[in-house]
């Protein structure tokens, strides 16, 4: 039974060879466990009962004829020695931790005995982390036996195979030395000494003796086990053999022999005296051979052991066999490509912790005020600029009689309350930008003597929930510690927007806590709210109602009066020429603002110290006022003469036909000289403010919006008319179009008022209002084509002197088209150029044209807003066809 029992642990072997190859054992296959017993009573661990639980656990399919040994034989008797099993350990014990690894899909199991002198193979599970299997029972000792790589024990197991099959072959017994220094284990030094010297012993006749590489091996094994003494007497005793050799060549008197030669040269070899890598428990003085029977397992299995020891199984022996003393590790290896996905989760969960404590931690900081800007103040406190009182103030006197009663109330708040009335608890100024809104909140606080607090409605919007609300909190806190003070809350509109169902909540906290701070006020609190913004319609109605911002007032662009008071306290403190005339320059700037005004004065003394001036004249005063009509000259801007003589063409016909077309709006200056986006420039200049446009304005505004294209068309001829008039196009049938709908200027229309995006409009009615459009355009072509063609002569004057002097004012237009010469003793900047009309186009231009205007929205006639200002004529650069 024994012997059936040996010949299928045997089969089972050959099988696993045959099949896998020892090779494939040691590979790191995915989904496969092979489960080897290091010596015959590891099969005391009934590895049997261990697979069907593996298979529960991971689902697995359990296959192989090792298997089915074990499912035939491991519970009963031993396969070797016919003794009944011990059962020491319960498999749940040792191998629980196993059911709890991560499933797998298939998992394979073998199992081979250590039969027939064969070396034991350590176990090796593919996984995914390192483990050892002395974790996996409490019942084994912790130990710090190396374990041996499983490779070279299946090298060397190999290669004493072919000893044994072969033992007077020099190579074979090279190889296996060889192989047996690399592993650097000292059993498998002491393996290789114990192996030369039974040749010594019972095979002195062997030819492996007279290798010298070999003898050369056995040496550096002795030197490594720290038996250097006796090297000495192995070289003598490997003389006395060879001696006895017929073919021994005996060395000359005085001489060295080869083995005293080998081995003082393998003990001068440093690195034969190296750090060994020794297991723990074994010292460099254990010379002596071990015995089978002083394993940790005994007994029988020393009668199955023959006398010595092979390298394979003195490797596994010093790596550890599963024994109390010397556990088994296993090395979990790592499938191609896991380490890069285990440090790409491990990024991901450091970046989504890390977020996660940033935020925290960014709360937490701006809820104590920790991470507040050394810039920004802690808490809101009073403004402390320069005192501005109302005669800082000028172009808006209405403004300053409606704040005269807010300064009054805060010098004497009793006297208000004492015939029961109230004041108002907010005030809105409203107006466009550069009016002065934020100067005259200034000058109400220093006028009464009050503390003044500034905010933005820009600064409460964060990008933490509630950090608006709450700075809307303090800020009211703040002003009433300071009772009687005014708060400013300048852009209302950034915190004050109309609400929307739509809107999420924190979006509407900021809002609702300034109501509630404004409703909660007594009159007798002394805080007064002054806001400003550019957009009241956009305000939410709950703000703006009575009670809260009731007290509404318009600051408009000042009018020429303003704008000479202006004027007149920007330049108070500068040097000016005599000739300067205020009052011309008031005239001259309408649609201005205070904030233009003083840019024009700043600019003008910049101008003036440029050029070295002790004083500000008027030309540095009308330089600046070009500057900020019609943008910077671009002066290194290359145009050839073709390209601007066009020019000179197109701005001369915009000039001709408002010089004479009745109701058009006075020319200021033409130039062909490229102003900021454009290449030429048309200025116009009222010579009064106006509050309204009539028809036969808004008629000439076309005619001479067409001008430009039509003067193109009869000079160079219908197929020569360039893009440069797209500008012109947008700006006419946007005024057209607001004639139609908003203005009732057509009597095919009528006097109907159609929204820009009102949907209740017919397809029919959509179509007339297109027609009258054109209609309107058309007209104004016809007119303009009509006047130029009979103002040719005065149209080839105005472009020639375009050409030749690239910028001309109203007064030089007069004179040249009546053919009087003008600045006669100037250099003239360019050469003559003949005045022919040109068949090619244009050439390119290094700038795209202008985007399409917004089409033009309705203003009242008393809206105090920008359009009172000039209309210009900005003309995009030409594009060739």
Known sequence: MHAALGQQAAGVRNALEAVLGWSSVFSARPRQLVVISPSPHAIDHPVASVMPTISRAHGARMSGPAFQFLQAHSHRLHPFSGMPMPRRLSAQEVLAPLARLPPRRSIHASFVPAASLRPPVLPRLNHHRHISLKSFTKFWDSSSAQTPNPLQIWRIDKLEEQVDAAPNDPAAQRALFQALIESDIKPAYESLIRRWERLMEFSPQNPVLRDDEAFRLYVLALVKTGQTASVDSASRRRDSILAKLPDFQQPASGEKSRSQFIAQSVLEDPKAHGKLNIPTGSSASDTAQPSVANTAYGGAGAASQPIGTTGAQALLAAGGHGGKDSPIYVTIAQPKGEAVWRFLRFAALLGVGGFVVFTLIAVFAENTGILKSRNEPSEYQVTHDKTVTFSDVHGVDEAKDELQEIVQFLKDPASFGALGGRLSKGVLLTGPPGTGKTLLARAVAGEAGVPFFFASGSEFDEMFVGVGAKRMRNLFKAAREKSPAIIFIDELDAVGAKRSARDQQHMKQTLNQLLVEMDGFNPVDGIIVIAATNFPQTLDNALVRPGRFDKKIAVPLPDVRGREQILTHHLRNMKLDQNVDVNKMARGTPGFSGADLENLCNQAAVRAAREKFQFVALKHLEWARDRIIMGAERRSFFMDDKAKLLTAYHEGG?????????????????????????????????????????????????????????????????????????????????????????????????????????????????????????????????????????????????????????????????????????????????????????????????????????????????????????????????ISA
Request: one cysteine or more; a negative charge; charged letters at 25%.
């Open 654 to 878: 915009h000039a001709l036909v408002a010089m004479f077309t009745e109701g058009a709006m006075p020319v200021y200056k033409v130039t062909c000289m490229p102003r900021g986006q454009s290449l030429g420039h048309t200025s116009f200049l009222p010579d009064k403010d106006r509050y309204s446009v009539s028809l036969k304005e808004y008629r000439a505004q076309l005619d001479v919006a067409m001008g430009g294209r039509l003067a193109e068309e009869i000079v160079y001829g219908p197929e020569e008319v360039t893009s440069g008039c797209s500008s012109d196009l947008q700006n006419a049938t946007n005024v057209a179009r607001a004639m139609v709908r908003y203005w009732g200027m057509s009597d095919e229309v009528g006097p109907v008022f159609y929204h820009l995006q009102d949907a209740s409009i017919s397809a029919q009615e959509r179509a007339k209002i297109d027609f009258e459009v054109k209609r309107l355009l058309s007209a104004a072509s016809d007119r303009a084509r009509n006047l130029l063609t009979e103002k040719r002569e005065q149209l080839r004057l105005l472009a020639e002197a375009l050409v030749e002097h690239e910028t001309l004012d109203l007064e030089e237009v007069h004179k040249v088209i009546r053919g009087e010469k003008i600045r006669e003793g100037e250099k003239h900047a360019v050469s003559n150029v003949e005045i022919t009309t040109v068949t090619t186009s244009p050439g390119p231009s290094s700038s795209p044209p202008s985007p399409p205007l917004p089409e033009v929205v309705p203003q009242p006639s008393s809206a105090s807003s920008r359009q009172t200002r000039q209309p210009e004529i900005e003309d995009p650069p030409f």
